[in-house]
């Protein structure tokens, strides 16, 4: 399994479709093509820097 590097403006993408209640975590990450325990990291990540 290959380690992937999304960009700040890519988790900053992502997090914002959740945010916005457009799509389910499990949809953003079939579209994005990211494993949604990432996506659940880099959104407590970003709470917890706010």
């Not at 079939?30 to 494993?35: D, E, L, M, P, Q």
């Amino acid at each position: 399994m290959s380690k992937r590097s999304y960009s700040v403006e890519v988790k900053f993408e992502i997090l914002k479709a959740l945010e916005d209640n457009q799509y389910s975590i499990n949809e953003v990450a079939s579209i994005y093509k990211v494993h949604h325990s990432s996506i659940l990291e880099w959104k407590h990540k970003f709470w917890r820097n706010i």
